[in-house]
């Protein structure tokens, strides 16, 4: 299946580079594009390979004809097709779905290090759910009854309040929602029940990330990602869901910088 890859190398001296690359894994009504604007060349100014991708179904990966029911284990089956395709196992870094996908991913493979950014918790998104349908019922009644998410993000003031800041201009928001896309509801009925995290089969070291105005996943369900993972959740003032994109983009990436050097990558 194509896949579309992008990537990023470090420049200048080969030494100051890192060898283990960065995998980046977008979440839900996403692309490629949330981690290209600022994450991808953060990471490659600080020496890291960095790479990011369209899961099947996305930007202009295959897999849009069959998205409505694409499964979690597909998303899966991805991230395993482009690791293969880099010169080592990558640290892999997930955001909300793709959080889930890397969850799911280290529960049979085994990577230097794995980031959570406002990521599916293992308790799944049931509470989510809940939350959506209570607050926007009509949308909520649509996405169900064409079997379509995208009603859920359908307008600016709906992707707005589900992925950025108040405080974000129009402008910029206008310019992020002509990126999104509608998503599988086979894999929102996976991200509720049927293909939840088994954290107890998961070795690598995980850093739990979260914002602390997340309308998607809460801090309290990011701290309850921590401790499956034996960790502390980082939760960041005054952020939003897409924690890649808001104008404090660089505290979520300098913490990160600073956990893969202290864990030696």
Same mark, same amino acid.
């Given at each position: 299946m194509h896949l579309e890859l992008f990537t990023q190398q470090p420049e200048g001296d080969?030494?100051?580079?890192?060898p283990t690359p960065l995998l980046f894994v977008h979440g839900a009504w996403h692309g490629s594009w949330c981690w290209n604007e600022h994450f991808l060349p953060y990471f490659a100014q600080h020496g890291y390979a960095s790479h990011t991708f369209d899961l099947r179904g996305h930007g202009k990966s295959e897999g849009e004809k069959r998205l409505r029911w694409?499964?979690?284990?597909? &998303?899966? *089956?991805?991230?395993?097709?482009?690791?293969?395709? =880099?010169?080592r196992p990558p640290v892999l870094i997930g955001h909300s779905m793709g959080g889930l996908v890397v969850q799911k991913y280290l529960e049979t493979h085994s990577v230097p290090a794995a980031v959570l950014l406002a990521s599916v918790p293992p308790s799944g998104a049931l509470r989510t759910t809940l939350r959506i349908a209570r607050h926007h019922p009509?949308?909520?009644?649509?996405?169900?009854?064409?079997l379509k998410l995208y009603p859920i993000v359908a307008t600016p003031a709906l992707t707005r309040e589900a992925f950025f800041p108040e405080r974000m201009?129009?402008?910029?928001?206008?310019?992020?929602?002509?990126?999104?896309?509608?998503?599988? &509801?086979? *894999?929102?009925?996976?991200?509720?029940?049927?293909? =939840?995290?088994?954290?107890?089969?998961?070795?690598?070291?995980v850093l739990v990330l979260g914002?602390?105005?997340?309308?998607?996943?809460?801090?309290a369900e990011v701290q309850a990602t921590a401790r499956a993972y034996h960790t502390e959740a980082t939760i960041f003032p005054s952020m939003a869901h897409d924690m890649m994109l808001g104008d404090n983009w660089q505290d979520v990436a300098d913490h990160i910088a600073r956990w893969l050097t202290k864990s030696g990558l």
């Open positions: 080969s030494q100051s580079t890192h694409t499964r979690i284990a597909d &998303y899966v *089956a991805d991230v395993e097709q482009i690791t293969r395709q =880099l010169d009509l949308p909520f009644l649509k996405a169900n009854g064409t201009p129009d402008a910029q928001v206008q310019q992020y929602f002509t990126y999104i896309q509608n998503e599988s &509801y086979r *894999a929102f009925l996976d991200m509720v029940v049927f293909s =939840l995290p088994r954290p107890e089969r998961v070795k690598t070291p914002a602390e105005c997340d309308t998607i996943f809460t801090p």
